[in-house]
């Protein structure tokens, strides 16, 4: 209510139309007193003039004239410009936890926006009860969407994570009062009702400054435990699945709450991680779907009938990775692939699963996404980048800028009308990599001059029109008075059948002896040999270009953008020298059998009851073959892919499955350890 109608209606068909139909919008009756000096006039009946006036906001969205008084108080009748993409607009009804104002969201049929400061997964379950009940009896179509936010920061350990986001979430919390109260509620003396009202009025003026501080940092503790997505994937997960089982349909992650926007973008592809497990891993158990509230990819594909599939070479393997994914996949028209490099083994594995066109993509952003397609046909040799699609050109140009002939190798640009403008607020880097196009005068349809894209990979044509994608250009080096290319070692270690990804870089651990090391992820169950592998390089290449040491790894250390990380790759020696860890052997059937799985899938000699699936280098993809074989040897099909990051080491595991019919349920002991958590901070509380 504190903006007119009119303005929210034209400024937000604006956006509208600039995003091609992908606006939403959440509305709230005010957060701040003070924020209502835009329209002080609508204070008292704040609550009842945002309802109106959604009311309104739709009308004008439509088309419809609605009368607003004029300055001599007559009324004009009233419709706004530009129209819209969408004939209907999304709103959110933005709640703190009340639970009438998500009955009222459901009635007049809007979307529900709400968040989990002071209040718990099962009250926002309650409450989502309510709202679908509301929104059915008013007979609106469908059930409504509830959609909550959360402060997020994905990390690599839950301990950096926390002294990460301490501070500017702890900042965060005192510059509100409400949020401070929501959290006091927790405190015996301002314990909640169920409408969310308290026993107590809280006064936090009258708090000292110590003991404000010591409210924020419990509130802190409070909200980090159970209300955010703070820590781990694994450890996120578990909250993601009691949101989706509570009736929660998506999560919007609030990343920019005072965390360093460098640090914030170094860690986002550990975000990317969670959302990859989400979607693949089950929120419930099977017996507790409720049809509609199943957000994995297997269930949303079969429920909209999905026909085209775009997705990483990476997503790809996760895909041939999950028995459900995997038969969700078979109907397609199309998958397309694209992103990174896609190896042939992958490739033909898809191929496998489904009927479609499988299509590899390649395209850097800089040409707007993809410039060439390829569709791979059964039994191919390679997996090539194909062929420019419809108004692009791509040219191989050796070191002088002449088109290299077919065969030879020479650095990738990219013509054409994808090529963008260039990058904002960079003209030195914009000069470097866009060139005047010496091949082409103009763009299609445009005087202005063409341009092509200098991609920095390395590419030839091959013999039949198709283009290779060999690797990078910052990737060829001269040792011993060679030139190199490390991507045309890396494109035929690539092709080896026990071969999964390869990377291939010069190292020089000691002055003066600079080598060659092939580091290598096996194929599934597979032990490439070093003389297989040599024996395999030597039939295409010269000796000088085969190297001396072959490293299987589990995974490639990676950079915060998900790319290879060269620079982390092990010194091979160090590897070979590493001592073996204290080795407890299993002590039962059960155990020896993950045992032996985890050194089938890890390929490790031995593993240890003691011992941590990831300690030993196990992460997210390797943790679904495990939960794969663990299934199918130990018939355990209530096993979840999240009990393996639950219970990481082989004995927690074994007691697990072996206790998971007597015992008391996971659930029931992490209640326990909350219960258990909370009273010792009302303790420190009220000894403050």
Known sequence: PLHHPARVAEEWSLVDNLSNGRVGISVASGWQPNDFVLRPENFATAKKDLYDQIETVRSLW????????????????TRTLPRPIQPELPIWVTSAGSPETFASAGRIGANVLTHLLGQTVEEVAERIAAYRA?????????RGQVSIMLHTFIGDDEASVRETVRRPMMNYLASSVGLIKGFAGAWTAYKKRSDGTTDAQVDLSALSDEDMEDLVAYSFERYFDSSALFGTPEHCLALIQQLQAAGVDDIACLIDFGVASETVLAHLPRLKELKEMAQLAPSVAPDEVVAGEDYRLPAQMSRHGVTHLQCTPSMARMIT?????????KDLEAFMIGGEALPLSLAEEVASLTS??????????????????ETIAPGADAVTIG??????????????????PAGVAGELYIGGDGVVRGYLGRPELTAERFLPDPFRDACHGSDAPARIYRTGDLARWRED??????????????????????????ALLNAHAEVREAVVIPREDEEGDQRLVAYLIPQEGREPGSQALRDHLREKLPDFMVPSHFVCLDEFPQTPNRKVDRKALPDPAELAARAPAVHR????????TIARIWQEVLRIPQVGREDNFFDLGGHSLLALKTHRQIVAELDASDLKITDLFRFPTVRALAGHLSDADAGPSLQQSQDRADARRDAMARRRASRG
């Open 134 to 142: 509301a929104w059915t009896e008013a007979g609106h179509p469908g």
């Open 321 to 329: 990775l999950d028995p459900e994914a995997r038969g969700a996949v």
């Open 387 to 404: 062929r420019p699609i419809a108004n692009n050109q791509l040219y191989v140009l050796d070191a002088d800028g002449n088109p290299a």
């Open 585 to 592: 052997k299993p002590e039962n059937e059960v155990e020896e």
């Open 356 to 373: 479609a066109r499988l299509l590899n993509m390649y395209g850097p952003t800089e040409t707007t996404i993809w410039s060439s397609t």
């Open 465 to 490: 029109g198709r283009m290779e994608f060999i690797g990078r250009v910052d990737h060829q080096v001269k040792m011993r008075g060679y030139r190199i290319e490390l991507g045309e070692i890396e």
């Open 62 to 77: 439509r088309g419809e004239a609605v009368p607003f008084a004029g300055p001599d108080g007559k009324p004009v009748e």
